[in-house]
């Protein structure tokens, strides 16, 4: 079984890898840089959940895999401030989608007027921890959770979510036409 990853970037390339090999130890994952055909700091649960969708079909055509994946971060105005989110999308040859989503986290005012400014969270982040490639690393959530959370805990719980229609497929077909 081959399962293509719409991302290079480690931290998504291991939350899928974390995922599918307790589903399927003997499972080949190959990472493919793919474009999200999103902004690079997505606005809202449907711009990101789409950036996911986008990136699991481009992976998955370009190396003829049985799943693609794709993962996304991204914020989403609520009415106490912005939160921080991310969404995996997986996809099969059939086209038959699953959908599934991490946690949710508020982010700071200051950090959030950034973001709403334009600038990216991981160059946001990157800029108040002194470091480089925040998010190829523990993220935001990891930085605003003092480890608490990981951001890849956070993508391989929103991989696990999306494989399960095809995990539990009974579970996902209406009682009368189960067999």
């Known amino acids: 079984m081959k399962i293509a990853v719409g991302s290079t970037n480690p931290v998504k390339v291991t939350a899928v890898r974390q995922t599918i090999t307790r589903l399927w130890p003997e499972a080949e994952i190959v990472p493919i840089n793919v474009p999200s055909g ?3 700091m997505p606005m809202t649960d449907e711009e990101t959940r789409i950036g ?3 990136r699991a ?4 055509n370009a190396l003829d895999a049985d799943f693609g ?3 996304e971060g991204g914020v989403h ?3 106490f401030g912005l939160t921080l989110h991310g969404w995996a999308v997986v ?8 959908i599934g989503g991490g946690g949710r986290l508020p982010l700071p005012d200051h950090i959030a007027q950034k973001v709403l400014a334009g600038t990216e969270l991981g160059h946001v982040m990157d800029e108040i921890l002194g470091d480089h490639n925040t998010k190829q690393k ?3 959530v990891g930085a605003l959770t003092n ?7 956070t993508f391989a719980l929103a991989t696990a979510y999306a494989f399960a229609p095809f995990v539990s497929p009974d579970l996902y077909q209406e009682p009368s036409s189960r067999s």
């Open 38 to 40: 999103v902004s690079d």
């Open 147 to 153: 480890g608490l959370v990981l951001r890849g805990e």
């Open 77 to 79: 105005p609520e009415p």
């Open 52 to 54: 996911a969708h986008n």
């Open 91 to 98: 996809v099969d040859r059939n086209g038959r989608t699953g």
């Open 138 to 140: 523990g993220g935001a």
């Open 69 to 71: 994946v794709g993962l």
């Open 57 to 60: 079909i481009a992976a998955r």
